[in-house]
């Protein structure tokens, strides 16, 4: 099975476990051993093979699965704390839409650095909890400290900042300490890329919140921004019927071809939802590698996303959750099982689709897709020798998991984040038997314990 002899040493070693690598073959290794030393896999192969190899960490792999670290394709740190706070809300008076403008950036705004450094440390280790090892961030108040909670907690991921300089078009007024003029939103986006550069495991991106909350001249600078300094951007394209209204209107296009018509697309844009297109703007996503990220607990709210499409068409498309705000879960295995009910009912019954849409093909879009997508391909979304060391060790010991005659299966199908026990992110174990290893979770409960309220009290006050 090895492509190498087995190493002598290595800083850790994994034995005992059904290795599924969603390498082009999907290979499975069945009593397999994975080699780590310097952050990366240096080594694949059967438990016998390795019986040589002597490790600093040794951890016993039986009766569990080792796949990758799934990624998180669209997140919002800033949201992490209004878990269950709208549904709270919606109980006494309906809420008004659209929920992001109304809601989810006046919470953000609530938020002093510490609160969003604390929401990091949350979000983070939830993630990590659940089997997610990359996030990406579409755009929050005081990025700095997200980075600092993403350092702490060992998770890989790509900060950014909430990007907004016009607060007209629909909706609630953006408070003010999230609007920005053109220049200095400019200057802080390009600001944080440049000081995240050198760091290895959380990198930022730019971002813009949304066409309809940015002037078109910002929409133009921070995109040629980002060809410049050859790095992502986040925004949300695609999403609300609103915004294509405000497009049509204003510009005559649909938000692509407006883009296009603008000479801004590529592979530097990042759009979540992605979820109102056009066939020609799936046209557009195709030749000039725009990425997307469908959001299985939303996006089926919006329309008729077109994921398996995308996928099928080789578009750069990964899965995410939206942040709590959204779906309530950060288990991108719960994405993608709901993301393949809503592509079976929608490209199956449309024309009696035979070609099966299965779990095994969403496994590889929350992994591979989500690698793609944001661009990391060649360093993590599968087990292969060279790769980052970003890798699960999931729970099968349960009724709930057997008969294990497909670890494949059983990863794609069966297991949810909580049968997730031992994470390792670039080489290091951050979970160990699901206890945090890189962080101290009581003391986390208890700065929320304090935090929380005031939060709460504040943007209660906001949106009464
Ligand atoms: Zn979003």
């Known amino acids: 099975m090895s492509e190498n002899t087995a190493p002598a040493t290595a800083d ?13 073959d999907n ?34 792999g039986r009766g569990r699965i080792a796949m990758p670290g799934l990624v998180d394709a669209h997140f919002h740190t800033g949201q992490q704390l209004l878990r269950g706070k709208l549904q709270q809300i919606a109980r006494k008076r309906p809420l008004k839409q659209p929920v992001w403008k109304n809601y989810l950036i006046p919470f953000e705004s609530c938020l002093e650095p510490e609160d969003v450094y604390l929401s990091g440390l949350v979000a983070y280790t939830n993630m990590i909890q659940v089997g997610t090892t990359c996030f990406a961030e579409a755009g929050g108040p005081h990025p700095d400290e997200m980075g600092r909670a993403a350092m702490d907690t060992g998770i890989r991921g790509f900060i950014s900042l909430s990007t907004v300089d016009q607060s007209e078009t629909i909706g609630a007024d953006v408070p003010q300490n999230m609007l920005m003029t053109h220049d200095e939103a400019l200057e802080r986006n390009v600001a944080l890329v440049k000081r995240w550069m050198d760091n290895d495991r959380v990198k930022a991106w730019l971002s813009l919140r949304q066409v309809i909350v940015c002037s078109p001249e910002l929409v133009r600078d ?31 296009m649909r938000p692509t071809e407006w883009l296009y018509s603008l000479g801004l697309l590529s592979h530097h844009l990042h759009c979540a939802h992605s979820v109102l297109l056009s066939p020609r703007e799936v046209d557009l996503y195709q030749e000039h590698r725009v990425s997307a990220c469908h959001c299985g607990f939303n996006n089926y709210s919006i329309g008729h996303p077109r994921l398996i499409e995308m996928w099928r068409r080789g578009i750069d498309i990964g899965l995410g959750t939206d942040g709590p705000g959204a779906g309530g879960t950060l288990d991108i295995f719960q994405v993608a099982h709901v993301a393949r009910v809503g592509q079976q009912a929608i490209n199956s019954s449309a024309y ?39 890798f699960l060790l999931c729970d099968t010991s349960r009724m709930d998991h057997a008969p294990l005659y497909d670890p494949l299966f059983v990863a794609a199908s069966i297991i949810v984040g909580r049968d997730v026990e031992t994470v390792v992110i670039d080489g290091k174990i951050v979970m160990k038997d699901r ?25 209660e006050a906001l949106v009464a």
């Open 435 to 459: 206890e945090m290893v890189s962080i101290d979770t009581a003391a986390i409960k208890a700065k929320l314990n304090e935090r929380l309220p005031v939060i709460s009290e504040r943007f």
């Open 222 to 252: 921070v995109i040629v921004a980002a060809n410049d300094l050859d790095v992502k951007l986040h925004t949300h394209l695609c999403e609300g019927t609103y915004e294509i209204d405000y497009t049509n209107e204003k510009f005559g």
């Open 27 to 60: 290979t499975v290794i069945n009593d397999g051993a994975i080699a780590v030393s310097d952050g990366r896999i240096v080594w694949l192969g059967t438990s016998d093979e390795a019986a040589g190899i002597s490790a600093g960490s040794v951890i016993d």
């Open 352 to 390: 009696h689709q035979r070609e099966p849409i299965s779990s095994e093909e969403l496994l590889r879009i929350a992994t591979i897709g989500g690698a793609r997508a944001l661009g990391v391909l060649d360093s993590i979304g599968t087990l292969e020798i060279g790769k980052k060391a970003d």
């Open 12 to 24: 850790i070693i994994v034995k005992g476990c059904e290795v599924v690598t969603l390498d082009k």
